[in-house]
Each structure stands twice: as structure tokens, then as C-alpha cells.
């Protein structure tokens, strides 16, 4: 059996927009793990990562990140799953009930059989890739100014994406780490300096609320999760100050940003939210967006038996 032929025909069928996959390109220290179950058959790739502390990358996650990507074909494709999830964890080096470690498995959100074996061995689906077909409507917003971010903007806007880094801790998304806000200041920092044009703030002259998109230039590398080809842009980040929700300030800001990307040609917009987070899923959809791949995340990577 073609594993990754099949596995590409039923990504097909659940939603256009998944690409195809392409066979797991196995670099040492990943592993590839194999499963043959009657006519159904399992591929999946193991890969470890790990950051320092202090890396600026260290907010985005657990400092120790085991991940597998899998290639499922079959009448049984959750058997397989199931075995393969087992196989990888089971071979897993970490220490039970260490925070800073994570096994995450990332699936089409549209596909139903995976999600019962995830669950099983106790994971949560954590973290959705939603797209956005340009031209698509977006709902009205307020009438609040939304304007381009400037300099003067600075330590407002580290102020909304160290509460967004917050609020998403709290959800499980990220990890709230010593320094994040300076971090943070220095990255808007030098895309206010290259590309400020795509970060829109709401309020004048004191900032309530920020949305801010990478160019396509800036967002290639999430490019391969479609199949709308060679250009996506990346909603990287979109936060509304907590009294200023429920007004209409969100909407507007996006709105603004969808119509600078629509008349830049851009053919997709992709964006991460939270699954934990209540207002997430509900607000995105309205934005028109949908899910497109769902990450499902153990952290710790081992729990303790209860």
C-alpha cells in the first residue's frame, strides 16, 4: 500500500484546502515508526526539540517538545493511530510530571477518527490552524479609529501582546516566561521599523486593542499547511483590551486588516488561536475563517498515574 498516496486522498476529501503531504522527511535524530494492521498501515515521524530559558522561543511552548506527524491509510486508520501513539510514547526519554516537557500530534481538524485515540492516551486538542479565502465577508465592526501603528505606539503595544501572551498561558498555549515583555517590545519593535503598515492598533491617541499581520514574504514558512499555493499572509496576533470586548473594536480591527491584505492580492490568510479560550473559535469563524489542522498537545509529556 501507498501509506502517503492514501493518506493524501482522504486529506483530499475532508477539506480542499489541506495540501498534500508529501512522504516524512526522516533527518537524524528523528525517528520513523511503521504500523501494519491487516489492510491498514501507519506512518509517522518522531522529531525532539529543545530551547533554552532564555531563548525567545521558550514563550511559545514547553523548553522540551516531542512532536509526530503521521501518514494514515486504511479502513482502520484509528487502529493505527492508537499504535503508533503508543509506540511513540512509550519510547519517550522524559520525567513524569515535568512542566516543561510536551508531546504534541498535529491532524486535520476535519478529520473525525483521529480524535478518540488522542484522547485516550490524554491529549487535548490545544491549538487550531484556521484559514481565510480572500474576499471572504467580514462583519462590521465599530466605529472606532483603526489606524497604522507607529513608534509612539511602542510600549502600548508591548503592553496588549504581553496581556495576550498572558491570556494565552492560561489557556496552555504558551509559557509565561521572566523578560517576555521586553522580548516582545523589541520584536514590534523592528517590524514597526520594516513593515509597519500591517499593524493596525484601535484608539486614538491611546491604543485599545492591536492587530498585526506578516507580509508574505514574512510568513513562507506556513505556506505548506495549504494547498492555496506559492503566497499566504499570517495573522500573527490580535488582542482587545478586556472592556473594550463585546464592542465591536475586534471586528473592526480585523476588518481593516482583511481589506489591506485582500487589495494586496493575497489569496489566503492563515492565523493560530487558542481551542481553551471561549471567545477564540466563535470570534474567528465570524472573521471567516476555519479550522484547517488541530494540534493536540500531553504536557507534561508523562503524567503521573492517577
Known amino acids: 500500500m501507498d501509506v502517503v498516496a492514501e493518506h493524501d486522498r482522504v486529506l483530499a476529501g475532508l477539506d480542499p484546502l489541506l495540501p498534500e503531504t508529501g ?27 529543545e530551547v533554552g530559558a532564555e531563548d525567545p522561543l521558550a514563550m511559545w511552548g514547553a523548553l522540551r517538545r516531542h512532536m509526530l506527524t503521521v501518514r494514515l491509510a ?19 526519554d522524559v520525567r513524569v510530571g ?24 490524554g491529549f487535548a486538542p490545544l ?31 508591548a503592553d496588549l501582546n504581553d496581556a495576550l501572551v498572558d491570556t494565552d498561558a492560561h489557556n496552555g498555549v504558551v509559557t509565561s516566561r ?3 515583555r521586553e522580548r516582545l517590545r523589541e520584536g514590534l519593535e523592528t517590524t514597526l521599523a520594516g513593515a509597519p503598515g500591517w499593524t493596525l492598533v484601535a484608539g486614538e491617541p ?22 492555496a499555493g506559492a503566497e499566504a499572509a499570517y495573522l500573527s496576533g490580535m ?16 476588518g481593516k486588516a482583511h481589506a489591506r491584505i485582500d487589495a494586496a492580492g493575497v489569496p489566503l490568510t492563515l492565523l493560530h488561536y487558542a481551542v481553551p479560550n ?27 498515574e492517577l
Open 127 to 157: 491549538i487550531v490552524v484556521a484559514a481565510r479565502r480572500a474576499g471572504t465577508s467580514t462583519p462590521a465592526g465599530s466605529d472606532v479609529p483603526v489606524r497604522e501603528a507607529v513608534v509612539a505606539d511602542l510600549d502600548q503595544l
Open 23 to 49: 512522504p516524512l522527511p526522516v533527518e537524524p535524530p528523528a525517528r520513523l515508526l511503521s504500523v501494519t494492521a491487516g489492510p491498514s498501515a501507519g506512518q509517522a515521524l518522531a522529531r525532539y526539540g
Open 178 to 180: 521572566p523578560g517576555q
Open 239 to 254: 488582542y482587545v483590551e478586556p472592556k473594550e470586548r463585546g464592542s465591536g473594536v475586534g471586528a473592526a480591527l480585523v
Open 98 to 121: 515535568d512542566w516543561d516537557t510536551s508531546a504534541s500530534v498535529t491532524v486535520p481538524s476535519r478529520d473525525p477518527v483521529v480524535r478518540l485515540p488522542l484522547v485516550e492516551l
Open 278 to 304: 471561549p471567545r477564540s473559535g466563535p470570534f474567528w469563524s465570524r472573521m471567516g475563517y476555519r479550522p484547517l489542522w488541530t494540534t493536540w498537545q500531553r504536557r507534561p509529556a508523562a503524567r503521573p
Open 206 to 227: 491611546r491604543a485599545v486593542g492591536f492587530v498585526q499581520v506578516n507580509r508574505p514574504e514574512q510568513a513562507a514558512w506556513i505556506v505548506p499547511m495549504s494547498s
Open 74 to 92: 486504511g479502513p482502520d486508520r484509528a487502529g493505527v493511530l492508537r499504535e503508533l501513539l503508543h509506540e511513540w510514547l512509550g519510547a519517550l
